[in-house]
T-cell receptor, first 111, second 114 residues
Framework: DQQVKQNSPSLSVQEGRISILNCDYT??????FLWYKKYPAEGPTFLIS?????DKNEDGRFTVFLNKSAKHLSLHIVPSQPGDSAVYFC??????????FGDGTTLTVKP | NAGVTQTPKFQVLKTGQSMTLQCAQD?????MSWYRQDPGMGLRLIHY???????DQGEVPNGYNVSRSTTEDFPLRLLSAAPSQTSVYFC?????????????FGDGTRLSIL
């Protein structure tokens, strides 16, 4: 049973518009959620995170929202830029240090 | 600053062969881990280590061994390669195993088992 799900394999948006990437989870023991960005032939790189006791965290163009009752989080990118085109992974951590990853969403930002 | 370095970048093996994937980090991180990524899927945890001399199994440990004799190095051994182990392998490190710590990833080893 997959504990972290990213139900949209791909998303295409126009440059300058908002990109919204979604992630759902099932395990209530997750206490931190992270987003990673991955370019082809490279390893994932950390983007932004949020604690389970928060509902929003913002860093420049990137904002992560957490709805704990719905077990849902989303990453908003505003404004989207062509360089944001990549695969985005949602990851959920327990306090035992283990990370569980979603399958990723491929974002394409068109000029 | 090199970060996390994985070698080799590419490898082709025959079924039944063994090999070791190398991983080294220069950030003095305590926590290191190995993941595999299959096409269209996320990263699945194979093994992890919270410090030198301490390792534990992740989600998909079968067919793999690890050891952690130093803080810097965390090699992954395939004992007898099988086609099902064809994948991209990522090594990662973080300063600790606490849940708020992001991981730093290497660029991966692309492994094909024929």
């Amino acid at each position: 049973d997959q504990q972290v799900k990213q139900n949209s394999p791909s998303l295409s948006v126009q440059e300058g518009r908002i990109s919204i990437l979604n992630c759902d989870y099932t395990n209530s023991m997750f206490d931190y959620f992270l987003w990673y960005k991955k370019y082809p032939a490279e390893g994932p790189t950390f983007l932004i995170s949020i604690s389970s006791i928060k509902d929003k965290n913002e860093d420049g163009r990137f904002t992560v929202f957490l709805n704990k009752s719905a077990k849902h989080l989303s990453l908003h990118i505003v404004p989207s830029q062509p360089g944001d085109s990549a695969v985005y992974f949602c990851a959920a951590n327990t306090n035992a240090g283990k990370s569980t990853f979603g399958d990723g969403t491929t974002l394409t930002v068109k000029p | 600053n090199a970060g996390v370095t994985q070698t080799p970048k590419f490898q082709v093996l025959k079924t039944g062969q063994s090999m070791t994937l190398q991983c080294a980090q220069d950030m003095n991180h305590e926590y290191m881990s190995w993941y595999r990524q299959d096409p269209g899927m996320g990263l699945r945890l194979i093994h992890y280590s919270v410090g030198a001399g301490i390792t534990d199994q992740g989600e998909v440990p079968n067919g793999y061994n690890v050891s952690r004799s130093t803080t810097e190095d965390f090699p992954l051994r395939l004992l007898s390669a099988a086609p099902s182990q064809t994948s991209v392998y990522f090594c990662a490190s973080s300063s600790s195993g606490y849940s708020n710590q992001p991981q730093h990833f290497g660029d991966g080893t692309r492994l094909s088992i024929l």
